[in-house]
C-alpha cells in the first residue's frame, strides 16, 4: 500500500487563539494537506521544494493566504499506522473561510481530538506562542505582517516598492530569511535571534560598507531585523570545476584577506572573543557545561569523553601559544564561509555574518579552502591561499605563514564547539516544557546542536593528540 505523501498542518488565524479543524466522528482532526505533486506545485515547469511547497500545499488544500510559522518533526515510534512525518504550523492571512469542510475552532478544543498525537501537537503550538519572551518571534501569529509592514517603510524610504508577496527561504530557530521582488531588484530580510543577532552588529558596526559585504537598506538592533539587496552571483559552493577562472579563486581569496586586514580594531562585547589566548579557558568552560548541554547522552561515555578532553587542554594552550608567537593581531573570522560566498560580476560578497567571532585570522583559511577546492583544481586552490597569506607577509614569510596554518590545523574545529556551547546555552533548558514536549519545534533544533556538539566532543580529542 502506498504511503500518502503529505503534512498535518496546524493552522491558527492571526490572533493565534483559533485553529482550522476537519470535524469527524472520532472528533477534531488537523487538515491532512498532499504534498504530492500537481499543477499547484509548479513554477516554472519546475517542481518546489521545501517551505514554499509546503505553504502552497496547504493553500492549495484550504484556499486560505497562510505564512509558514514553523516545521517539526515526527517523534520516532509513535503513529505507526499512519506513517507521516511531518506536522507544520501555520497562520492564515484571511480571517473569512471559503466553502471548505473545514471550520475554525476555539483553543479549547484540545481535549476533543480525534488521534492523541493531534493533542500533543496543538498544546505545543500554544506553549510557543505563549512563551513570554517570545524566543522564536517569527514562530507566533501576527509577527510576519507586522515585519513586512516596517520592511516595506524601510523600501520606501529607499524609494523602492516592493511587487508581490513575501517568500519565505529559510525558517529555524535562530533565524528566518525572507525575499521580496521590488521595482529595484530582489532584497532578502532576515531575523535573527541570540546569539545569531550580533550579525546585525557585525554589518553595521565592524565592517566597513563596499561592494565586498551586503547593502543594508535598514536594521532594527532591538528586533533583530536586517534588509538587504540580493548580493547576486553565484555561491562558491555551488560552483564546479571550470564554472569560475583562476582569476575569480584568486579574487575571492585576496577580497577576504582585504576585509579581514579592515577588523584589526572591534568594540568589546559586539562579536564573541575566542583569542588564542582565552581558547583553553573557553573549551574548559564548555566541558564544565557539557553534561546538561548534552542531557539525554549516555552518561557513562560522556564522562570518558570530557576526561580525555580535559587531558588535552594543556596541549591546546600549546598549539594556541605556538601559533601566537609571529604576533598576527587578533581580527573577525567569519566562521562559516562555506556556502556563504557569491561570485558575482563586480567581485565576491561575502554574507551571513552571524558566526563571527574574534581570534587568529586564520582559522577562516580552512573552511576557504575547503570552499575552493570544491570548485577548481587542486593546483589553483594552492596558488589561491598563496594570494590570501601575501596580505599577512609584514609578520613572517609564506612559508612560516603556512607553517602558522599547520600549528592551527589541530584545533580548527574549536571554535565551533565553542560557538555550539553557546548557542545551545539559549535554547530553552532540558527541563523546560519547549523542550521536551512532542513536537515542539525546539526539539529538534536542540537535538540537531547536540548531535554536532557531540560530533566535537568525539572527534577533538584525535585531532588534538596530533600535536603530541
Same mark, same amino acid.
Given at each position: 500500500m502506498r504511503v500518502p505523501s503529505g503534512l498535518y &498542518?496546524?493552522? %491558527?488565524?492571526?490572533?493565534?487563539?483559533?485553529?482550522?479543524?476537519?470535524?469527524?466522528? %472520532?472528533?477534531?482532526?488537523?487538515?491532512?494537506?498532499?504534498?504530492?505533486?500537481?499543477?499547484w506545485s509548479q513554477v516554472a515547469g519546475k517542481e518546489v521544494k521545501g517551505i514554499e511547497r509546503a505553504i502552497r500545499a496547504v493553500e492549495n488544500d484550504t484556499d486560505l493566504r497562510v505564512n509558514l510559522l514553523y516545521r517539526t518533526e515526527w517523534p520516532k515510534g509513535h503513529e505507526d499506522v499512519h506513517r507521516v512525518l511531518r506536522v507544520h504550523a501555520f497562520e492564515s492571512v484571511d480571517s473569512e473561510l471559503p466553502a471548505t469542510p473545514h471550520e475554525w475552532a476555539d483553543r479549547d478544543i484540545c481535549a476533543e481530538w480525534a488521534r492523541p498525537f493531534m493533542a500533543d501537537a496543538v498544546a505545543a503550538f500554544y506553549a510557543v506562542i505563549d512563551d513570554h519572551r517570545p524566543r522564536v518571534p517569527w514562530w507566533t501569529p501576527g509577527w510576519t505582517s507586522e515585519t513586512v509592514a516596517w520592511m516595506d517603510d524601510r523600501l520606501a524610504a529607499a524609494g523602492m516598492l516592493r511587487a508581490g508577496r513575501v517568500h519565505q527561504v529559510q525558517n529555524d530557530w535562530q533565524s528566518i530569511?525572507?525575499?521580496a521582488v521590488t521595482d529595484n531588484g530582489h532584497v532578502y530580510l532576515k531575523a535573527l535571534t541570540p546569539p545569531a543577532t550580533q550579525e546585525l552588529a557585525v554589518l553595521r558596526d565592524v565592517l566597513?560598507?563596499?561592494?565586498?559585504?551586503?547593502f543594508l537598506l535598514g536594521s532594527d538592533q532591538g528586533r533583530g531585523l536586517i534588509l538587504m539587496r540580493d548580493v547576486g552571483g553565484v555561491d562558491l559552493s555551488d560552483c564546479g570545476p571550470g564554472d569560475l577562472t583562476p582569476e575569480d579563486i584568486r579574487e575571492v581569496a585576496v577580497k577576504y584577506a582585504r576585509i579581514q586586514r579592515s577588523t584589526i580594531t572591534v568594540a568589546e562585547g559586539i562579536v564573541f +572573543?575566542?583569542?588564542?589566548?582565552?581558547?583553553?579557558?573557553?573549551?574548559?568552560?564548555?566541558?564544565?557545561?557539557?553534561?546538561? *548541554?548534552?542531557a539525554g547522552y549516555d552518561s557513562a561515555l560522556?564522562?570518558? &569523553?570530557?576526561?580525555? *578532553?580535559?587531558? *588535552?587542554?594543556?596541549?591546546?594552550?600549546?598549539?594556541?601559544?605556538?601559533?601566537?608567537?609571529?604576533?598576527?593581531? &587578533?581580527?573577525?573570522?567569519?566562521?562559516? *564561509?562555506?556556502?556563504?560566498?557569491?561570485?558575482?560580476?563586480?567581485?565576491?560578497?561575502?554574507? +551571513?555574518?552571524?558566526?563571527?567571532?574574534?581570534?587568529?585570522?586564520?582559522?577562516?583559511?580552512?573552511?576557504?579552502?575547503?570552499?575552493?577546492e570544491d570548485s577548481t583544481e587542486a593546483s589553483t586552490a594552492d596558488a589561491a591561499i598563496t594570494c590570501y597569506l601575501e596580505a599577512w607577509t609584514e609578520y613572517g614569510s609564506i612559508r612560516e605563514l603556512r607553517r602558522i596554518l599547520d600549528l592551527l590545523r589541530p584545533v580548527e574545529s574549536l571554535p565551533g564547539m565553542i560557538r555550539g556551547a553557546e548557542v545551545?546555552?539559549?535554547?530553552? &533548558?532540558?527541563? %523546560?516544557?519547549?523542550?521536551?514536549?512532542?513536537?515542539?519545534?525546539?526539539?529538534?533544533?536542540?537535538?540537531?546542536?547536540?548531535?554536532?556538539?557531540?560530533?566535537?566532543?568525539?572527534?577533538?580529542?584525535?585531532?588534538?593528540?596530533r600535536v603530541r
Open positions: &498542518a496546524i493552522i %491558527s488565524d492571526v490572533t493565534g487563539q483559533r485553529i482550522l479543524v476537519t470535524r469527524t466522528p %472520532s472528533g477534531a482532526s488537523l487538515p491532512f494537506v498532499s504534498l504530492d505533486p500537481g499543477n530569511v525572507m525575499r566597513a560598507p563596499g561592494p565586498h559585504v551586503p +572573543d575566542y583569542q588564542l589566548e582565552h581558547m583553553p579557558d573557553l573549551l574548559s568552560s564548555v566541558l564544565d557545561d557539557l553534561p546538561s *548541554l548534552l560522556l564522562v570518558t &569523553a570530557i576526561g580525555r *578532553l580535559r587531558k *588535552l587542554v594543556p596541549d591546546v594552550a600549546r598549539v594556541c601559544r605556538a601559533a601566537g608567537k609571529a604576533g598576527i593581531p &587578533a581580527h573577525v573570522v567569519h566562521g562559516d *564561509l562555506h556556502g556563504n560566498t557569491a561570485v558575482t560580476p563586480d567581485g565576491p560578497v561575502f554574507f +551571513d555574518w552571524g558566526n563571527a567571532y574574534v581570534s587568529h585570522p586564520f582559522f577562516d583559511v580552512f573552511e576557504l579552502q575547503d570552499a575552493i545551545t546555552r539559549n535554547l530553552p &533548558a532540558g527541563q %523546560s516544557p519547549l523542550r521536551s514536549m512532542p513536537y515542539s519545534p525546539f526539539l529538534p533544533a536542540a537535538r540537531a546542536w547536540q548531535r554536532g556538539l557531540m560530533r566535537c566532543t568525539r572527534t577533538l580529542p584525535a585531532q588534538i593528540a
